[in-house]
């Protein structure tokens, strides 16, 4: 494949940064054609960039995504194996609050109208895969829990909470009840 003139090469970096703009202030719905406006390019040259949303918002989340990936890497070989499963879904909850619009990403029929994968929760559902396993495997969390279910999970307290004064801290909380029951200890 041959290399990008420059030009698009900038289009592309414009569009992108403004694109996380609209996503942080309007959500995963944030309009196409603003972005394009406030770009400087048409909406062709936004759809060749990005074809579908969900590959301008995989491109928007894309830096965080593989951050929290190599996250659950590391956390793969820690000696407690729920403690490291929880301190990801705790990762990716206060970061799915935090980034508007990546919650919507997460659920399995947000982007139903697009034909490409969702490549946001398909990385993260690989990533938590082997967490999951490994806490299973030491008894610390039944196994008939998916990833998928963990990320649905996330993805409504994240949804539930979006506004909320504190979102991320509210998400967070609402995660360590699911965690630890609605059940005093005995």
């Known amino acids: 494949m041959p290399a990008q003139r420059a030009d698009a090469r900038r289009n592309y970096a414009r569009i992108l940064a403004v694109a996380e703009e609209e996503v ?3 959500g995963a719905d944030a309009s196409l054609e603003q972005i394009a406006r406030t770009a400087g390019v048409g909406s062709a040259t936004v759809r060749r960039h990005f074809p579908s949303r969900s590959a301008l918002l995989e491109a928007v989340f894309r830096e965080r995504i593989e951050t929290l ?6 956390l793969e070989g820690a000696e407690d194996p729920r ?10 909850t206060v970061y799915a609050a935090c980034a508007r619009g990546l919650a ?10 697009e034909h490409d994968m969702n490549a946001c929760s398909t990385r993260l559902d690989e990533a938590g895969t082997a967490l999951l396993r490994r806490a299973a495997d030491a008894g610390a ?7 998928s279910d963990l990320l649905t999970l996330i993805a409504g307290l994240v949804l539930a909470t979006e506004h909320h004064p504190d ?17 005093p200890r005995q």
Do not use: K, N, Y
């Open 141 to 147: 969390v039944t196994p008939d829990v998916t990833i």
């Open 83 to 92: 403690a490291a499963l929880l301190e990801w879904l705790r990762a990716l």
């Open 24 to 26: 942080a202030a309007h």
């Open 104 to 113: 919507v990403c997460l659920t399995q029929d947000s982007l139903a109208d």
């Open 167 to 183: 979102p991320s801290t509210e998400a967070d909380r609402l995660l360590r009840l699911t965690v630890a029951g609605i059940s």
């Open 69 to 74: 990936c190599a996250h659950a890497r590391e």
